[in-house]
């Protein structure tokens, strides 16, 4: 009976990871989450959009004090650098 070997080849290649700022990137867009109860604004390219969600968001529960910001950020990367 042989023995079996088993053998892996990794391969490494360099990649260039930067966020995306070509004319065809998706936009960056911002977005309100409530800490207390995770509502989420829709999100927005204009960040005083989600902020007003905010106000609005308080002003119908008072007891909701805390809030997240997301920002959505395009990236790309490729090989080379
Ligand atoms: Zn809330």
Known sequence: MGN???RAV?????WTLEPDR???AEPTTYAMQCAVD??????SQDF???QEW???HCGKNPSHGTYREIITRPW????GT
């Open 38 to 43: 995770g509502d989420t604004s829709p999100p």
């Open 10 to 14: 990794l391969c490494f290649e360099t």
């Open 4 to 6: 079996v070997i088993l």
């Open 54 to 56: 905010v106000l609005k």
């Open 76 to 79: 790309r990367s490729w090989i």
């Open 22 to 24: 070509e004319p065809d």
């Open 48 to 50: 005083a959009e989600p």
